[in-house]
Every structure is written in C-alpha cells, then in structure tokens.
C-alpha cells in the first residue's frame, strides 16, 4: 500500500507567476485535501474533493483551485503568485466514510 | 479565528516522565478530534483520535483525553521517549468537513 506522495518537494516562483502542485492519494481514498501550512503556523484547509467535484473549500480567494482525477489523485493551482503565498502545501488523502487524513510530504513553495 | 488552540508552544520533557499536551476549541460543533505529529522537512502523522461521544481513547503509551463541557482535550505520552521529540498539532473537525488545525507545540524529550 503506497502513502501520499507530493510533487515537487522544493518550488521557488516569482511574484505574478503560476504554480502547479500534484498529490497522488493513498490506495484506497477517495477524498483529497489541500492545506497551506505558514511558518509557525498549523495547516490551514483550502479545499477538500470528492469523486472529482469540490466538496468544501477554506478562506482561500479564488486563484486558488484545483482538480482531482479518476484515480483520485490530484492537483492544486495558484495563479497571480504573492509572496505571502509562500509556505508549505500538504495533500491529504482520506477514506470518505473515515475522518483520518493521512499527509504527504508537503510541498515547500516559494515565492520571491 | 482560530477555533482550535494550542496555548503552549514548547514544552520540554525529560525521558520516561509523561508528556501532556493541550488543547481548547471554541466551535461546539465539532465531534471528532485528532492528533498528529510532525517532524521537520515531513507532512504530519496521524496519531489518535476521539470522538465527541467518547472522553478517553487509548493506543499504546499515547492517551487522549477529551472534556466536553470545558472544551478540551489532551494527549498524554507514558513514558516520553526522545524520539517522540517532535510538533504536535491538536486537530477538530465536524463529520463532513475539513479539519481545523491549532498552531502546534513543539515537545523535546531530553535524555
């Protein structure tokens, strides 16, 4: 059984620029959350899919969005990069009927 | 607002003692609460959890406590050990909705 895997682990971006960051979910999940994690700070929840649709999304604006696949896993978009968009990105992966999400690695963004 | 609080964000445990580490929320809606564990350059590890029908939940030396009506839970560690030196970060949730986060308490188990 394969855990969550993010990709890249490191980004570094420029201000105005876009990103692309990608989870494959744990075998057997079919629901994906993405968090921003800040320094010093605990993860906070962007939004969470199910079975392809957005199933609950956090205080994020709209440059924030993302896609899930049929083989559930997923991927998280921003657009117009800020630099307070710098921080630590972590996919979830969940059973739909269980409320443990298991994490990835996360990945590193910076924006410079 | 933060709805989940870690109000101590170190503490320092010598080896074999216990750890206890705290955590209030202010949404009463929420039934299910979790732990996890994180060390650097790694997302967080799961660790236990507890429903809101519940007041205790056990899994080897880690214990979760949760007190309802005052709006707080706790993770004790028996014995602490130094590699359980890591953040952790107390988790709420609603059935159906995402996980709210507190700020996390980084624990050193000194030898």
């Known amino acids: 059984e394969t855990g969550v895997t993010q990709s890249p682990t490191h980004l570094i971006k420029t201000r105005g620029q876009q990103v692309t960051l990608r989870c494959s979910s744990q075998s057997g999940h079919n629901t994906v959350s993405w968090y921003q994690q800040a320094l010093g700070q605990g993860p906070q929840f962007i939004f969470q899919y199910y079975r392809e649709e957005e199933n609950g999304r956090g205080n994020f604006p709209p440059r924030f969005s993302g896609l899930q696949f049929p083989n559930y896993s997923s991927e998280l978009n921003v657009n117009a990069l800020e630099l307070d968009d710098s921080a630590l990105y972590l996919c979830?992966?969940?059973?739909?009927?269980?409320?443990?999400?298991?994490f990835g690695q996360g990945t590193r963004l910076t924006v410079v | 607002d933060q709805q989940v609080k870690q109000n101590s964000p170190s503490l320092s445990v010598q080896e074999g003692r216990i750890s206890i580490l705290n955590c209030d929320y202010t949404?009463?809606?929420?039934?299910?609460f979790l732990w996890y564990k994180k060390y650097p350059a790694e997302g967080p590890t799961f660790l236990i959890s507890i429903s809101s029908i519940k007041d205790k939940n056990e899994d080897g030396r880690f214990t979760v406590f949760l007190n309802k009506s005052a709006k707080h839970l706790s993770l004790h560690i028996v014995p602490s050990q130094p590699g359980d030196s890591a953040v952790y970060f107390c988790a709420a949730s609603r059935t159906g909705y995402a996980l709210n986060f507190g700020k996390g308490t980084s624990l050193l188990v000194t030898p």
């Open positions: 949404n009463s809606m929420f039934d299910y």
């Open positions: 979830a992966s969940s059973a739909r009927d269980r409320l443990e999400a298991f």
